[in-house]
């Protein structure tokens, strides 16, 4: 039996809807200045994991000075960054920090607030299961960031492109998923896809996390700075050299042609989808998920002209963002308008 809601609880739904928004934009920020550490080769420059003295910079010369040196000790260094001076060093330093500094205040934003509505009863019993969902899957994406920055500190220069691909995409699901919870607060409806529009409207939300994941190998792999033309690639609509490696699984992940190449197909196939599904839906999300796409995809092409200046990676890593947000916005509505055909075909026959 559904426990009734309290008026307190009832309440409280535009707070936490807000706290959700805001949570949500914070990830969204979270995830542009993760593709700047990234772009700027900032992601080694700090050494140790302190989850909680790590929030604290530098503060005098020394501390510089000593946080420089442990710098020194990394490959990247030695082998790519040799000779840096120390302002060089502050420059890909505060980038990492401010990285790090957002993923700790997202965890206050997300803790302390859940904290203070629960004590005080405010929140409906659905939800409860779902926020605490929500701060361990944060916890995982800090302890997963870790995991790929080790992954460069001792035989690389830069961080495993899997685990790139992997942090990347979890925090494209810890964003849906705030989006998805803001979107629900109030409706203690279990949806489940069970109608074809559904299914398909679910099926874009996985391509386009798998495209996110494509993305992610593409920045691993620094793809994004070669074969810097636009619809051919290297010349031709299917270049020679996709399938050198062996195993030819490696390709997929390794090489950089393959990698690229992949990524453009997703995306094509994702603007078709998105296109079909826009002209049979006809909602509000679906139009605004195949106009998403389509300036993702010009802006895709132009970042690709251009050899990934840091802006134009910027722009495309948030308007990935973007574009999942509406998939996941399409999904709840395609939900929403067949729970609510349901209940008026039931008021009907009553």
Same mark, same amino acid.
């Given at each position: 039996? &559904?426990?009734?809601?309290? /008026?307190?609880?009832?309440?409280?739904?535009?707070?936490?809807?807000?706290?959700?928004?805001?949570?949500?934009?914070?990830?969204?920020?979270?995830?542009?200045?993760?593709?700047?550490?990234?772009?700027? /080769?900032?992601?080694?420059?700090?050494?140790?994991?302190?989850?909680?003295?790590?929030?604290?910079?530098?503060?005098?010369?020394?501390?510089?000075?000593?946080?420089?040196?442990?710098?020194?000790?990394?490959?990247?260094?030695?082998?790519?960054?040799?000779?840096?001076?120390?302002?060089?060093?502050?420059?890909?330093?505060?980038?990492?920090?401010?990285?790090?500094?957002?993923?700790?205040?997202?965890?206050?934003?997300?803790?302390?607030?859940?904290?203070?509505?629960?004590?005080?009863?405010?929140?409906?019993?659905?939800?409860?299961?779902?926020?605490?969902?929500?701060?361990?899957?944060?916890?995982?994406?800090?302890?997963?960031?870790?995991? &790929?920055?080790?992954?460069?500190?001792? /035989?690389?220069?830069?961080?495993?492109?899997?685990?790139?691909?992997?942090?990347?995409?979890?925090?494209?699901?810890?964003?849906?998923?705030?989006?998805?919870?803001?979107?629900?607060?109030? /409706?203690?409806?279990?949806?489940?896809?069970?109608?074809?529009?559904?299914?398909?409207?679910?099926?874009?939300?996985?391509?386009?996390?798998?495209?996110?994941?494509?993305?992610?190998?593409?920045?691993?792999?620094?793809?994004? &700075?070669?074969?810097?033309?636009?619809?051919?690639?290297?010349? *031709?609509?299917?270049?020679?050299?996709? &399938?050198?490696?062996?195993?030819?699984?490696?390709?997929?992940?390794?090489?950089?042609?393959?990698? *690229?190449?992949?990524?453009?197909?997703?995306?094509?196939?994702?603007?078709?989808?998105?296109?079909?599904?826009?002209?049979?839906?006809?909602?509000?999300?679906?139009?605004?998920?195949?106009?998403?796409?389509?300036?993702?995809?010009?802006?895709?092409?132009?970042?690709?002209?251009?050899?990934?200046?840091?802006?134009?990676?910027?722009?495309? *890593?948030?308007?990935?963002?973007?574009?999942?947000?509406?998939?996941?916005?399409?999904?709840?509505?395609?939900?929403?308008?067949?729970?609510?055909?349901?209940?008026?075909?039931?008021?009907?026959?009553?």
């Amino acid at each position: 039996m &559904m426990t009734p809601i309290t /008026d307190r609880e009832r309440a409280a739904r535009p707070l936490i809807r807000a706290w959700l928004w805001f949570a949500a934009f914070l990830v969204f920020v979270m995830v542009i200045v993760g593709g700047a550490t990234r772009l700027t /080769d900032s992601g080694l420059s700090i050494t140790e994991w302190q989850p909680l003295l790590g929030a604290i910079p530098p503060l005098s010369e020394a501390d510089w000075l000593a946080a420089f040196e442990k710098y020194k000790q990394i490959p990247q260094y030695s082998l790519v960054n040799h000779g840096m001076s120390l302002a060089e060093f502050k420059f890909i330093y505060w980038w990492e920090w401010a990285h790090r500094f957002l993923g700790r205040f997202i965890g206050f934003v997300m803790i302390v607030p859940f904290l203070a509505l629960w004590l005080t009863r405010r929140i409906e019993p659905y939800l409860k299961p779902r926020l605490a969902g929500l701060i361990v899957l944060g916890g995982l994406q800090g302890a997963l960031g870790w995991y &790929m920055v080790k992954s460069g500190l001792v /035989d690389r220069v830069d961080v495993s492109q899997h685990r790139l691909a992997a942090h990347l995409t979890l925090a494209t699901v810890i964003f849906g998923a705030i989006v998805w919870t803001a979107l629900g607060v109030g /409706d203690t409806r279990r949806q489940r896809p069970h109608a074809p529009g559904q299914w398909a409207a679910l099926g874009l939300v996985a391509l386009i996390l798998l495209q996110v994941a494509a993305g992610g190998f593409v920045a691993g792999l620094d793809a994004g &700075m070669g074969y810097n033309t636009w619809p051919l690639m290297d010349g *031709q609509w299917i270049p020679v050299g996709l &399938m050198i490696m062996e195993p030819v699984w490696r390709n997929f992940f390794e090489n950089a042609m393959t990698v *690229q190449f992949d990524h453009r197909l997703l995306a094509y196939l994702v603007a078709v989808c998105a296109g079909l599904y826009a002209w049979r839906a006809r909602s509000q999300a679906s139009l605004a998920m195949i106009a998403a796409v389509a300036l993702q995809i010009a802006l895709g092409i132009w970042t690709l002209l251009e050899q990934v200046p840091l802006y134009l990676g910027l722009m495309h *890593q948030g308007g990935a963002m973007i574009v999942f947000a509406t998939a996941v916005w399409a999904l709840h509505e395609a939900l929403s308008r067949q729970e609510a055909r349901g209940r008026k075909l039931r008021q009907e026959m009553a």
